[in-house]
């Protein structure tokens, strides 16, 4: 029946053009359209042809790398033709693979998007779509350079508005031009032996199923038992473009396994859960399943975590302060969610002032010429996103190379997480010490329909060079607490952060060094004092740990994902709550 | 205010339901399955941030989805998406299904329990001013709501967001529901020039006529004026003055608790653990105040269908301080021999029963000898235990000393503590219900949030607990 659609970019001549034939269930014939879809998800079927094929076969061949950049440069083409003085696109597919022990296939799934920034002066505007035709990129990208230039006569009303009612005349922030960047060109990916997506789902069951076993002694001796294991991978090709002429193309793939000891059992609720660390976001492909020392580390986690069930639970009877260690993963989660995001650009800017907030440590031209250190000396903290960091790119999502910096030195604030946007915010301080103004790469885009934000990157704690881990941590304890996976919630701020117990948290009081029991406790800390006069010692680097941080940004907001690695720490006078 | 509109108009941003209803049923005839279900969505945004007086970016943009779910007898079912309008990619999907459906196992013991007939309530949500602002009055809306507040000699922050959404459903079993909405809304934060101050206003509506523009600017800059040289106050248990937006934080979050899955199986604070009851029946909350939700509600309607095609009802929850209705989903509903069927609530009214005698602000303020004005709250999340429905969060955006009767001075933030199921057991006074925004609010799901119609209420002993940064 005929059917009114709409002359917009949804062109069924153009899409059905592109269309390839359906066959059976065989890899090459396993595409659904010849054009990928916004967002595919399918259930695997349980049965013998779906377990013996890769996940690849129940998606549709992804699209090429070559027809995005295509793509991408018809966008940018059309951008300029729209009279843009400059513009990007970012446009990419996504391919998701999950698969849990138990019952039921895998679910697979596969996304394409685009967004494209064009610049007007120094305002831009973005628009953002899903249809990867040559109508619609044109289209958004059309779109995306009308916004800039309305947005452009707007920003001249306001700015000579403020002019006539202000003393200060100086450029607001958003009227500087943006750090500058060189062309790029290339393609880079990830380096991975295996790629998840050709493994057999059978072999995915089969690793599941070994993880499993190597835990099942574990489960017949101790009353330990284990389930929600899952193999999962994240792949994604993306293609970035400019005006300027930039066209980089990168894939990527992050995922990994969830292993964990459990001792105890549904539905008791006094359970411990540890899980392997270091295994679940992983720049690398399914050898990542395969390591060989997963059922050693499996055993000794089972064996620790009979170990922590078997001390009798007590509850926190008295408040006040107390001494604390913090594990690497609970320490990665304070300094992320707090430090490591107060020196993310975008807050220290202002742009996200009514939004995901400001930090305390701003304006940046103060902090980085305070006369004392804002920290323990103790504390040196990096940022990288190179290889093998699960932020890994080779180009971010501002086109820019990223570079490795110190953020914190000795305790004190030496550099923030910038992008072309905000690295002009630092121009004075750089200048004075002869760099140059510059990007260092923090630009992410979550998805390639999202407004790139600044993401920290991965930041890294440096740890202790002496030989000191986590037990020698806890010996010098006469009293105190030892806080394993805690779950940390930021204050508005970020100079507090509260911490307690989670799902799989384990705390243990401590008592003359030695663990007598496990606790739940809610730790309330003022960030300044616990990284600063209250940080006693740093685990070496057998005690690092690493976490993922989620901000929600920008209005409507999306989260930013962003990794820390930390060793444990020793911290004293930290308040406990009832 | 423009009712509800035949379509095709021009320059809509989203395709109409009708359009999409016909595609769902297209679907429907190209497959062979014996069940099969249909949802198509078209979402489409137009967002502009303001950041220091000036416009930092717009973001634009549609997306389609197409969710088809197919099932051969007891076999387990298989569903994927989509995102491609033409026919000839529609059809070659439902064949991909079917013959993916075929493929698998099931039990052959399953049963679905047969689900009554289904009438949907009149669609009364979308507004075509709200669609046509899309192009043209968003844009001006900039200028109107950060004039003032440069004038002002303050910094002004804002956020212009409209939307526009199309559904329908359709199944094999003759269900079909098709319905638009539209909203809109507008937030103005203005900063004091030392950066340790602002006043936050808002608007929203379905309906962009509705939405005041000037009145935003003019609240923000009052509260940001007054915000001078805020002083430390000692967190305890106060009477506060919430203001409707910090009020809609608070109820947002009562939603889930009428769920009745969760409050059968002990996890709300609407199950009563000591008689292993539920508390349908009892008293509650002060005897003035009800909550209700209304998919007609003229400020705070929503589409009278879920995503699988529910029917969406009109229930008081609340009756003058009364528990008198759970949310029992479709399938559960079946199950427990409950009538009628609803969703939890996203979308809630609260009200004071007719014959109550309502307040100002202004009469709250007069009548207030010692307490705390909050205009509103961030980063609100549950706390402890779930069946006491326990909250925390921090005042946002303008908090004063109320004594003898009038605003004495701004102080710093306070982080809070408290259960609106316990201290909607102490209001002392409560004003008129309007639409009320959000914001910056993540905690409170995707925007834009379901509409949240609250009073002003007067609350007495509300715990603050400590003293907190935010601005």
């Given at each position: 029946m005929a059917r009114e659609i709409s002359r917009r970019h949804f062109v069924a001549g153009a899409s059905a053009a592109a269309v390839q034939a359906i066959g059976g269930l065989t890899r090459d014939a396993g595409a659904l359209l010849g054009l990928p879809t916004r967002g595919l998800r399918v259930q695997v079927p349980r049965t013998a042809r779906g377990r013996t094929t890769s996940p690849s076969v129940w998606l549709p061949d992804p699209i090429s790398a070559d027809h995005l950049r295509v793509l991408a440069q018809i966008a940018m083409n059309a951008a300029r033709d729209a009279g843009a003085d400059f513009a990007d696109v970012r446009i990419g597919v996504q391919r998701r693979i999950r698969q849990f022990t138990g019952p039921g296939g895998p679910s697979v799934g596969m996304w394409s998007s685009y967004g494209i920034r064009a610049w007007h002066g120094t305002t831009w505007s973005f628009q953002h779509g899903s249809v990867l035709t040559p109508d619609a990129v044109t289209a958004v990208a059309r779109g995306a350079a009308a916004g800039a230039r309305r947005y452009a006569d707007i920003n001249t009303r306001l700015a000579t508005r403020r002019s006539t009612h202000r003393a200060d005349s100086l450029p607001s922030f958003g009227e500087t031009p943006w750090a500058p960047t060189s062309v790029v060109t290339g393609e880079w990916s990830v380096p991975v032996e295996i790629d998840p997506f050709s493994?057999?789902?059978?072999?995915?069951?089969?690793?599941?199923?070994?993880?499993?076993?190597?835990?099942?002694?574990?489960?017949?001796?101790?009353?330990?038992?284990?389930?929600?294991?899952?193999?999962?991978?994240?792949?994604?090709?993306?293609?970035?473009?400019?005006?300027?002429?930039?066209?980089?193309?990168?894939?990527t793939l992050c995922g990994g396994a969830g292993v964990r000891a459990v001792a105890g059992a549904h539905p008791d609720p006094d359970i411990v859960k540890l899980s392997v660390p270091d295994l679940e976001q992983v720049c690398a492909g399914f050898e990542v399943a395969l390591r060989p020392e997963i059922p050693v580390q499996l055993q000794s986690l089972y064996n620790a975590a009979v170990r922590y069930r078997q001390l009798p639970f007590r509850p926190i009877r008295d408040i006040g302060r107390g001494t604390v260690v913090l594990d690497g993963e609970t320490m990665a989660r304070v300094v992320g969610s707090t430090v490591g995001s107060a020196l993310d650009g975008d807050r220290v800017s202002g742009i996200e002032a009514d939004g995901a907030g400001g930090g305390f440590l701003s304006p940046p031209l103060d902090i980085l010429r305070a006369s004392a250190p804002q920290f323990s000396p103790q504390l040196t903290m990096t940022a990288t996103r190179a290889f093998p960091s699960p932020m890994t790119v080779h180009w971010d999502d501002d086109g820019v190379v990223p570079e490795s910096y110190t953020v914190i030195d000795g305790g004190r604030v030496v550099d923030f997480h910038t992008t072309r946007e905000t690295?002009?915010?630092?121009?004075?301080?750089?200048?004075?010490?002869?760099?140059?103004?510059?990007?260092?790469?923090?630009?992410?885009?979550?998805?390639?329909?999202?407004?790139?934000?600044?993401?920290?990157?991965?930041?890294?704690?440096?740890?202790?060079?002496?030989?000191?881990?986590?037990?020698?941590?806890?010996?010098?304890?006469?009293?105190?607490?030892?806080?394993?996976?805690?779950?940390?919630?930021?204050?508005?701020?970020?100079?507090?952060?509260?911490?307690?117990?989670?799902?799989?948290?384990?705390?243990?009081?401590?008592q003359r060094g030695v663990p007598v029991a496990r606790t739940r406790l809610r730790l309330q800390v003022v960030v300044p004092l616990l990284l600063g006069k209250n940080l006693i010692a740093i685990g070496d680097s057998t005690t690092l740990g690493t976490s993922a941080i989620e901000v929600n940004k920008g209005i409507p907001w999306e989260p930013v994902q962003q990794f820390v690695t930390a060793p444990a720490a020793l911290c004293k006078d930290v308040d406990l709550l009832p | 205010m423009s009712r509800p509109r035949a379509r095709e108009e021009p320059r809509s941003p989203v395709l109409s339901s009708d359009i999409l209803r016909s595609i769902a049923q297209d679907a429907l005839r190209w497959s062979a399955a014996d069940t099969m279900s249909v949802t198509v969505d078209h979402i489409a945004i137009g967002i502009a941030r303001v950041m220091m007086d000036r416009v930092r970016m717009q973001d634009n943009g549609d997306k389609i989805r197409i969710q088809l779910m197919t099932q051969f007898g007891q076999r387990d079912s298989v569903w994927l998406s989509v995102n491609q309008l033409d026919p000839v990619s529609i059809q070659r999907a439902v064949r991909y299904l079917d013959r993916t459906a075929h493929e698998l196992r099931g039990d052959p013991t399953s049963f679905a329990m047969p689900l009554p007939p289904r009438q949907y309530g009149p669609n009364t949500v979308w507004y075509a001013g709200t669609a046509e602002a899309f192009t043209t009055a968003r844009h001006d809306a900039v200028a109107t709501l950060v004039e003032p507040v440069i004038d002002a000699g303050l910094t002004a922050s804002a956020f212009v967001g409209v939307y526009a959404h199309a559904m329908a459903y359709a199944d094999k079993r003759g269900i079909l529901a098709a319905g638009e909405e539209t909203d809109a809304e507008v937030v103005v934060t203005a900063w004091r020039a030392e950066g340790k101050g602002a006043g936050w206003a808002g608007s929203c509506a379905r309906d962009w006529s509705r939405l005041d523009l000037p009145a935003v600017p003019a609240r923000a800059i009052d509260l940001a004026t007054r915000g001078s040289a805020p002083v430390a106050s000692e967190p305890a248990r106060r009477t506060v003055i919430l203001d409707r937006p910090a009020v809609a934080q608070l109820i947002h979050a009562m939603g889930p608790a009428f769920n009745a899955r969760l409050t059968l199986s002990g996890q709300t604070p609407l199950y009563n653990p000591a008689t292993h009851n539920l508390r349908l029946g009892e008293q509650i909350m002060d005897l003035r105040l009800m909550l209700l939700s209304d998919p007609d509600d003229?400020?705070?309607?929503?589409?009278?269908?879920?995503?699988?095609?529910?029917?969406?009802?009109?229930?008081?929850?609340?009756?003058?301080?009364?528990?008198?209705?759970?949310?029992?989903?479709?399938?559960?509903?079946?199950?427990?021999?409950?009538?009628?069927?609803?969703?939890?609530?996203?979308?809630?009214?609260?009200?004071?029963?007719?014959?109550?005698?309502?307040?100002?602000?202004?009469?709250?303020?007069?009548?207030?000898?010692?307490?705390?004005?909050?205009?509103?709250?961030?980063?609100?999340?549950?706390?402890?235990?779930?069946?006491?429905?326990?909250?925390?969060?921090?005042?946002?955006?303008?908090?004063?000393?109320?004594?003898?009767?009038?605003?004495?001075?701004?102080?710093?933030?306070?982080?809070?503590?408290?259960?609106?199921?316990?201290?909607?057991?102490?209001?002392?006074?409560?004003?008129?219900?309007?639409?009320?925004?959000?914001?910056?609010?993540?905690?409170?799901?995707?925007?834009?949030?379901?509409?949240?119609?609250?009073?002003?209420?007067?609350?007495?002993?509300?715990?603050?607990?400590?003293?907190?940064?935010?601005?």
């Open positions: 493994v057999p789902l059978d072999d995915y069951q089969r690793v599941l199923g070994s993880l499993v076993d190597a835990a099942v002694p574990s489960s017949v001796y101790r009353n330990a038992s284990a389930f929600g294991f899952w193999l999962g991978w994240q792949a994604e090709t993306r293609v970035f473009a400019s005006t300027t002429g930039s066209l980089v193309t990168q894939h690295a002009p915010m630092l121009a004075e301080w750089n200048t004075q010490h002869g760099r140059p103004v510059r990007s260092h790469g923090c630009a992410v885009a979550p998805t390639p329909e999202s407004v790139p934000r600044c993401s920290g990157g991965h930041m890294m704690v440096a740890s202790a060079a002496t030989h000191v881990s986590l037990e020698d941590l806890v010996r010098t304890m006469n009293r105190g607490w030892v806080v394993m996976n805690g779950v940390t919630i930021p204050t508005p701020g970020l100079t507090g952060v509260d911490i307690f117990n989670g799902p799989e948290s384990v705390v243990l009081e401590i | 003229p400020e705070g309607g929503y589409l009278p269908f879920n995503r699988i095609g529910d029917p969406l009802r009109a229930m008081t929850w609340i009756d003058r301080g009364v528990h008198t209705n759970l949310a029992f989903d479709a399938e559960f509903a079946a199950i427990m021999g409950y009538v009628p069927s609803n969703d939890e609530p996203s979308a809630l009214r609260v009200q004071a029963s007719p014959d109550s005698a309502l307040q100002t602000v202004d009469a709250m303020i007069a009548g207030c000898e010692d307490g705390i004005y909050v205009n509103r709250l961030a980063d609100v999340r549950p706390v402890g235990d779930p069946t006491v429905g326990m909250l925390t969060g921090v005042t946002n955006g303008g908090c004063f000393l109320v004594r003898n009767g009038r605003i004495e001075r701004s102080i710093r933030n306070l982080r809070f503590l408290d259960s609106p199921w316990l201290f909607l057991n102490r209001v002392d006074a409560i004003g008129t219900p309007a639409r009320t925004p959000f914001g910056y609010a993540p905690w409170a799901g995707e925007w834009p949030i379901a509409p949240t119609i609250v009073p002003p209420l007067v609350v007495r002993d509300f715990n603050f607990s400590a003293l907190a940064d935010s601005i």
